[in-house]
């Protein structure tokens, strides 16, 4: 683990624990811990509760509830030094970099200075979206709009909670913030030649060890008609198709936070005159309500997100968990995902995503408990628990509906007279099989279940991280 990094998590985490939530963003300049890779880098921002990390997906971002906190933005030095408007003729071109990127101090930039697509237009083009896109590298911009005209048109609909979005070189992971309003994605997943792949940086996400103590994992993938749409190549040129559907994901987490701090019954009410992390409006977020209505009850899958995404040490009982232990504790809860435990923002953003990935897309989710082997192979990765399409359990169908109500209302009915045609389900896996055993579906067995693939290729095992 990457010392700089494990340090300020559980500092972050140390804080949080005592519910002090400290809206400042932590700066760290990591010198002298390189990644395996040979790079060296500045760390993502650890950020306080209102900025979410994401490509997902995560530590929370400043708590706007504590008005006389100070605000010190990430330290991102190429992103920094190369970050331009993408569209150089913009109403907002001279203040949209300093607005998002280059500010220090959290305080110089209003909704007035720089206001949420929302604030201008209840609908937005693919046109103005991409007038408030900055990039490091020309190429960035280029391939976001073409994967922004594949999108559903509920994508640019979002967009309407955000003042900005950022793709730069060194971003890594993927997050939201509300110090800005904006979205800074990562390019590891737009990429399309492997001279663009050249320049993204190749950083591994600085929550790779966390939860490594621990004796069970749990692994997610999206799959269309049984082909995984979220393992994407990175030896040869991909298309825009190839790319689509983790890139959708990926917005649609990101988008759902943007949502959760700027509703869009309330963007016309906001003060544009204050500081842009000022102006969310506190207490009533769709998070605090789907957390007061419909509460994630398991504090022991509460206490192992703290270890697996924020980086707490873990301690002896739950190194003693095993894949079984979960798999009895995970299910009866209404979580969509083991990500939705570590806050409540990102419980939102993982009901959205998946539900909206099925509505969109009629994409599938594979959500599972594994054990923990050390082994890449996924042979040795065995299921004890497994569900495609979680989304479908009625409970959790619930939260989802309601998170939609509040995030996206234009869209309820259309969703809900969507599930109604969906009434098959979730599809449970085969326990005992591996994870990618678990991926073939057999439509003659009246179970449903998933069944494990007649051929014993073995492949690699995605430990997938979660979007912040």
Known sequence: MRC???????????????????????????????DGGGSTRNPPPVLPEGTTLDAGNSP?????????????????????????????????????????????????CNLNTLPLLGMETTNPTVGQVMERVVVSHEWMGARFQQVLETMPPVIRLMTRGLTAIVISHDVRPSFYTTQTGAMYLDPAGLWLTLDEKAVVDTAPDFRSEFGKALDFSMFWRYTLNQAHVTRLPDDRDRTVDEIKYRMASLLFHELAHANDFFPPDQLQNLDPTVAIWRA????????????????????????????????????????AYTSEDIAQEFPPDTASDYYSYSTEREDLAMLFEELMMLYSFDVDRDVAVTNLPDSNFCEDYIVSWGQRNRILESAVTNRALFVVAEVLPEYLSLVESFLLTRSDGPTMMIPGNDWCMNRFLDPSDASRSLRARESNEVHSADRLIPYL
Request: aromatic residues 8%.
């Open 4 to 34: 700089a990094q494990f340090r300020i998590m559980k500092l972050l985490f140390l804080i949080k624990s005592l519910g002090n939530f400290l809206p400042i963003l932590l700066v760290a300049t990591l010198i002298g811990c390189g």
């Open 60 to 108: 929370a971002g400043p708590e706007v509830d504590d008005p006389d906190s100070k605000l010190y933005v990430f330290d991102q030095p190429g992103m920094r030094a190369l970050a331009r408007p993408y569209i150089g003729l913009t109403p907002y071109a001279d203040v949209i970099v300093p607005c998002t990127v280059t500010l220090k101090e959290g305080e110089e």
């Open 280 to 319: 969310v409006t506190s207490g009533t977020r769709p998070s605090n309500l789907l957390a007061a209505q419909y509460g994630l009850q398991s504090q022991t899958m509460k206490s192992l997100a703290r270890v697996s995404f924020l980086g707490a040490a873990a301690t002896a009982t739950q190194r």
